[in-house]
């Protein structure tokens, strides 16, 4: 079974400032999705950055990028520039594309401060 | 055009008593999910539903759990004789189809609190 690691429970950066959130998985298979999702305290989940796992170039989405390391798997999310708004649970998931269902797996979060 | 909405925002409930949470998937989408967030267990999938296949229950923690998808749409997620364990985030996603590729839109959730 595939599971979703993030040993960071809290994080803090400066306004301005470059945060990278970190993320390890483990699984036997060679295709799949990674994401990192971002959860405001109003609770709405929210997609920030999506990488294929046949895809060698990290993924990049304005201020977030990821490094995607396959063999390490590794899966990182790097906030440039952070804003107050960038305040929020970040949650890293794992997506199969062998299961049917396309259900997320989910590590435990990481709690981001953005101090002004 | 609305994005997945739940109901109720908030739930408290008296422990034993039968709850039930609502979701409304965003039009046309066919794969619905709802996930589990406690403080215990993180965020945990429950069931999946794709058209009209059987649904994948397999995250159900329990007999007291039962989910149904009607007419294709609108989703509800019951618990039966409620316990204090149940007490977390109940969130919903759908999603156009549930091939990988496919961003899963969230609801805003339902917080169950079982006294």
């Known amino acids: 079974a595939q599971t979703v690691t993030q040993s960071q429970p809290e994080m803090s950066v400066q306004e301005a400032e470059t945060v990278t959130l970190s993320c390890t998985y483990d699984t036997s298979e060679s295709d799949y999705y990674l994401f990192w999702y971002k959860q405001p305290p109003s609770r709405q989940m929210i997609l920030v950055i999506r990488q294929e796992a046949y895809k060698q170039q990290n993924a990049t989405e304005n201020r977030f990028s990821v490094n995607f390391q396959k063999a390490a798997k590794s899966f990182s999310l790097k906030i440039s520039d952070s804003q107050l708004g960038d305040a929020a649970m970040y949650f890293c998931?794992?997506?199969?594309?062998?299961?049917?269902?396309?259900?997320?797996?989910f590590g435990q979060g990481t709690t981001l401060q953005v101090k002004p | 055009g609305a994005g997945v909405s739940q109901s109720p925002s908030n739930k408290v409930t008296e422990k034993g008593k039968d709850v039930e949470l609502r979701c409304d998937p965003i039009?046309?989408?066919?794969?619905l999910y709802w996930y589990r967030q406690s403080l215990g267990q993180g965020l945990e999938f429950l069931i999946y539903f794709q058209g009209n296949s059987a649904p994948d229950k397999s995250g159900l923690p329990s007999d007291r759990f039962s989910a149904e998808r009607t007419g294709g749409s609108v989703s509800t997620l019951t618990i039966q004789r409620t316990q204090q364990e149940d007490s977390a985030v109940y969130l919903c996603?759908?999603?156009?189809?549930?091939?990988?590729?496919?961003?899963?839109?969230f609801g805003p959730g339902t917080r169950l609190t079982v006294t």
């Open positions: 998931a794992y997506r199969s594309l062998s299961s049917n269902t396309g259900k997320l797996i």
């Open positions: 996603a759908s999603s156009l189809v549930s091939s990988g590729e496919y961003e899963q839109y």
């Open positions: 039009s046309g989408h066919t794969a």
